[in-house]
């Protein structure tokens, strides 16, 4: 946010193709959903007037991705995998 550096949490579900991602981003929270196509996820959220729409490279460990804001700044973000959850 503002071009500076934040950090994180984001926890990804993935049924077939489709994903839900939960971030958290002190102090907010914010829920999106997307689509996987080959090494490609594309992910969007709202939240009240604030959105964001990003296109994730999918590589072994970690998605890197950027996007616009519906402010419209540009943000560039890389979700590392800490762990694995198994429901």
Known sequence: PDGK????????QQRGRVVFVQWDVPPAQFQGFGI?????????????P????ALYTIEKDRLIGEGP????DVITETLTRVRQVRR
């Not at 550096?5 to 990804?12: N, V």
């Not at 604030?50 to 729409?53: C, L, R, S, V």
């Not at 804001?69 to 419209?72: A, H, I, K, W």
């Open 69 to 72: 804001t519906s402010d419209g």
């Open 5 to 12: 550096e934040y950090k994180g949490t984001a926890e990804i």
């Open 36 to 48: 996987i196509s080959g090494k490609q996820v594309a992910v969007g959220h709202a939240s009240g």
């Open 50 to 53: 604030y959105g964001f729409a």
